[in-house]
């Protein structure tokens, strides 16, 4: 996409005095990174140095992440600090990542200092002390250069377990030639989204408003959230409460149920060959996902470069302006790293420094940083594949609209690798879904207590 292609560099006075409190606490959370106490990192030979040299004693580390051209970033972290070396490894994305990680984290070798792990995923690893509070090394300082959602995901359990990496604020992607075609306007409301469905579904048979993944519990997380729902609650370190059933829940479930047995909504995997080729078609005249969208669309549907436009989601109350996120991943320091402080210290230059974030920003991952979102550069950008939209305004409202308290369970990829089992079947069959999100939240209760904690059911 072309905010791929831009340098985002802050031009007026209030995003320059933004990037500057940014640089002088990131330096801070540097300083803090190479004088902690009690903090050593190891050098090649197998001694031990000081903390304080960590970023100036040859050091080698390895970072896994799944985030294509990332190198980019980090070669520009390398020629700051040259005596750092640092190993990109993609060890899978997702689920197959984790497991390799708690693996390696287990065995006490064979894992990376540096690892990227999805908001979703994190308290797991921060609740079982596999990744490392990074209050220490100075993370506090750099709170307010992050989103506040993002910051949320990271601070966990009175600590700090990661750094924000990039979010993915919830936004309406729709077909502009369709909507023009059929004489609507994109949906303010759900109530609109709905009987635009109809409308949609009316004109052609084969064609829909949108769909819905059977096996994305993610995306159903993102609705339910976004309609106010919190139904993942964690108090200190053994107490969790489900409640699949509160009123967020119940909006989402309502209302998808009625769309997907009156067959407005289509019930299919996404990001399958097929379903990429109905998005190209005009089937689904519209995507809602995370900001990170554009550049899936730009390269894998190019042809329908002009057609699509963004939008805010649609509100359950109208003018509310709620908004939720849909993905987004922090960078952790593995706890068996024996380069604590250097790892502390690139992660943080990796997702808090100007350049660092920018250049993220300019592979793809859309920005967790205040300082790019409210740059002037960021917001003025023009989309060539969204017919010159200025986008990334709509995707920074979104950001800064995202509903406070939501939280995630410690065992949630757990959760989410049963979901299709439930509510995935119900989707797929269009069955009631309240039903559905109720045996849920019995099979996640019950695997909690199964691991210890005390559940309580809402």
Same mark, same amino acid.
């Given at each position: 996409m ?12 209030t ?20 004088s ?49 070396k ?15 990680l ?26 079982? /002390? ?20 993002a %910051? ?19 936004t ?43 096996g ?8 339910? %959230? ?8 964690t108090?200190?370190?053994t ?10 829940s ?5 209302? %998808?149920?009625?769309?997907?047995? /009156? ?12 379903w ?18 554009p ?104 950001? /800064?609209?995202?509903t ?41 209760s ?13």
């Amino acid at each position: 996409m072309e905010t791929s292609r831009r340098s985002l560099r802050p031009t007026a006075r209030t995003a320059t005095r933004t990037a500057l409190a940014l640089s002088a606490a990131l330096a801070l959370s540097l300083t803090a990174a190479c004088s902690s106490s009690g903090s050593k990192a190891a050098n090649p030979a197998g001694g031990q140095t000081s903390a304080a040299d960590a970023l100036s004693t040859p050091t080698t580390l390895t970072f896994w992440t799944w985030v294509p051209s990332i190198q980019t970033t980090v070669d520009a972290f390398e020629k700051k600090y040259p005596n750092i070396k640092v190993n990109v490894v993609n060890a899978g994305q997702s689920a197959a990542e984790y497991t390799k990680l708690q693996t390696a984290i287990k065995a006490g070798s064979g894992g990376p200092d540096v690892a990227q792990i999805e908001y979703f995923a994190l308290p797991q690893f921060a609740l079982s /002390k596999q990744v490392v509070d990074l209050t220490a090394y100075g993370a506090a300082s750099l709170k307010s250069g992050y989103t506040p959602s993002a %910051w949320n995901q990271v601070a966990l359990q009175g600590g700090i377990y990661g750094y924000p990496q990039d979010t993915g604020p919830l936004t309406m992607f729709y077909r502009t030639d369709i909507f023009k075609k059929l004489g609507l306007t994109p949906p303010t409301t759900w109530d609109e989204f709905a009987t635009d469905a109809a409308k949609i579904h009316a004109a052609d048979p084969t064609h829909y408003i949108t769909s819905i993944d059977p096996g994305d519990a993610g995306g159903v997380d993102s609705l339910i %959230w976004q309609a106010g729902g919190k139904p993942y609650q964690t108090t200190g370190s053994t107490s969790v409460t489900v409640n699949l059933k509160d009123t967020g829940s119940a909006k989402f479930a309502t209302l %998808w149920t009625s769309l997907l047995s /009156k067959k407005l909504v289509d019930p299919t995997p996404g990001w399958t060959t097929d379903w990429w080729k109905s998005m190209g078609s005009g089937k689904y005249a519209m995507w809602i996902a995370g900001a990170w969208a554009p550049g899936s669309l730009e390269t894998t549907i190019a042809a329908t470069k002009g057609e699509w436009a963004a939008a805010p989601v649609p509100q359950w109350t109208a003018g509310a302006g709620a908004s939720a996120e849909n993905g987004g991943s922090s960078d952790a320091v593995v706890s068996t790293s024996t380069h604590k402080a250097a790892a502390a210290a690139f992660a943080a230059w990796l997702n808090s420094s100007t350049e660092g974030a920018a250049s993220l920003n300019s592979i793809g991952l859309f920005p967790a940083t205040t300082a790019l979102l409210d740059s002037p550069t960021f917001l003025d950008q023009t989309f060539p594949f969204f017919n010159g939209q200025k986008a990334n305004q709509v995707f920074a409202a979104s950001s /800064k609209a995202v509903t406070a308290g939501w939280q995630y369970l410690p065992y949630q990829v757990y959760a989410n690798s049963i979901f299709k089992d439930s509510v995935g079947q119900a989707i797929a069959n269009g069955s009631d879904l309240t039903s559905a999100l109720g045996t849920w939240q019995s099979a996640i209760s019950q695997y909690g207590t199964q691991q210890g904690f005390t559940v309580a059911n809402g």
